[in-house]
């Protein structure tokens, strides 16, 4: 559907005078006082000079303003006055014959408009040499140009006429001009008169410059950005898009989130939209992997296989001080967890270990080191079988035995299960016939 028609000036008379016009000017070789000029009058009747009679104008239509016999723009006689002539459409077709102009000197302008028309309501009646006739410029003092193949005469009646030129578009400086010309001493009343003249066109509407914001152009995987249209000019649409496998929430929305699932570069693009055309912005956007830090134990050292920016190691959720490498050591039962950062994106993972080499029996050098798979159970873990049957004994911080039992040979693992101590300090006796050695247990 076209947009509607915009008006940018008018003028119907109806004051008695006309601003933006000059009446009877020697443009186009006009004449300026000779019997023939511009008038505004609503004189319409007509009547006898001396031997010749003028006809009546005819009253105007509804579609003009003020009709039917309101103020209108029309060359008269001045010698048919004098003579006690009636003062409405006429003129004298005598001689001497000329040329009679009336015309804009205040432009109007039409920056910003296309299909731009002149329109105004005419009669004339005249002939082929006796006629109307429009003119526009496009500069002060500028050269009148002519409308040509339009001359308006050969009706008595009212009449509506809309023209457009290219030439009118988009003009800083425009006016108008008509010319009665009497040509041959043959013509007949009417003579030209115009009403209701208007200049109207259509606003351009300039594409919209597409623009967004984020806070950053690089991501994390499986992490969400916001976006922001910044769009200039009339907006009256949006539409988002970007990379496979990138998921867009709201993408006809001003602001839209949009989520990356996997690592790589995305193109996030933006289009703003108007009945003038569409423009596009688009900007990369550098998905980081997200790092999954996985913890080994090793006789009590924790370790992290990959290379990261940066390590920071928690005992429980407190940060270890110092402990910012890849690997920790711990000094007693616990849940440890690893904090990586890989180019701004983190990580993190857990596991529940005891301390590193506990004690030495017999004379096999054997680690030992405790885990606790839950509140109610300890396991006694070996790197290597026990050799011999070791009697464990568990003792509370005042030296009262809690629990006794053994660890049969040729096992690396023995679990203690329901275990039902309050949190403390505690002794693991381990011995047999040949030696003995004494772990510390913190039970969380």
């Known amino acids: 559907m076209g947009r509607a028609q915009t008006v940018i000036y008018s003028e ?19 004449v300026s006082s000779t019997d023939n000029q511009w008038v505004i009058n609503n004189s319409y009747a007509g009547g006898t000079v001396i031997i010749a009679s003028v006809p009546a104008t005819a009253d105007e239509p509804a579609a ?44 109007i302008s039409t920056s910003g408009y296309t299909n731009v028309y002149f329109s105004f309501w005419w009669l004339c009646d005249g002939d082929v040499a006796c006629n109307g006739k429009v003119w526009y410029r496009t500069s002060a003092g500028g050269t009148w140009t002519q409308i040509t193949g339009v001359n308006f005469y050969g009706t008595t009646t009212w009449a509506n006429d809309s023209m457009h030129l290219a030439a009118f578009d988009n003009q800083p400086f425009l006016e108008f001009g008509f010319q009665f010309t009497n040509g041959n001493a043959s013509g007949n009343d009417p003579a030209f008169a115009v009403d209701d003249i208007s200049v109207t066109g259509v606003a351009s509407v300039t594409s919209p410059v597409a623009s967004f914001s984020t806070i950053a152009t690089s991501t994390c995987q499986d992490s969400c950005m916001l976006f922001t249209s910044t769009s200039t000019g009339t907006v009256s649409s949006v539409s988002w898009s970007a990379t496979s496998g990138a998921i867009i929430e709201n993408p006809t929305s ?79 039962l616990g849940t440890y967890g690893v904090l990586v950062d890989s180019m701004g994106c983190i990580g993190f993972d857990t596991l529940t270990a005891g301390p590193t080499k506990i004690a030495n029996i017999s004379g096999i050098a054997t680690e030992y080191w405790l885990s606790q798979p839950n509140n109610s159970s300890l396991d006694l873990n070996a790197s290597t079988a026990v050799n011999g049957a070791l009697n464990i004994n568990i003792y509370d911080a005042t030296g009262r035995e809690i629990l006794a039992d053994v660890w049969n040979a040729g096992n690396s693992r023995k679990q203690l299960n329901g275990l039902s101590m309050v949190p403390g300090l505690y002794i693991i006796k381990l011995s ?3 030696t003995s050695t004494v772990l510390k247990w913190l039970k969380p």
């Open 12 to 30: 119907n008379f109806n004051t008695g005078t006309a601003a933006y016009w000059t009446l009877n000017t020697t443009d186009e070789g006009s």
């Open 64 to 107: 003009i303003v003020g009709s039917p016999e309101s103020y209108y723009l029309h060359i008269l006689s001045q010698t048919g006055v004098g003579l006690g002539g009636p003062s409405n459409c006429n003129f004298d077709a005598g001689t001497p014959l000329g040329s009679y102009f009336a015309a804009m000197t205040t432009s």
């Open 254 to 332: 001003d602001t839209t989130t949009i989520c990356f699932p996997a690592a790589g570069t995305y193109s996030v693009t933006l289009t703003a939209t108007n009945s003038g055309g569409s423009t596009s912005s688009t900007s990369a956007i550098t998905v980081n992997p997200t790092p999954y830090p996985v913890i080994t134990n090793s006789g009590g050292v924790l370790s992290v296989t990959g290379a990261y920016t940066s390590y920071q190691w928690y005992d429980g959720l407190t940060a270890i001080t110092g402990a910012t490498t890849n690997s920790y050591t711990v000094t007693s």
């Open 432 to 434: 047999n016939s040949y």
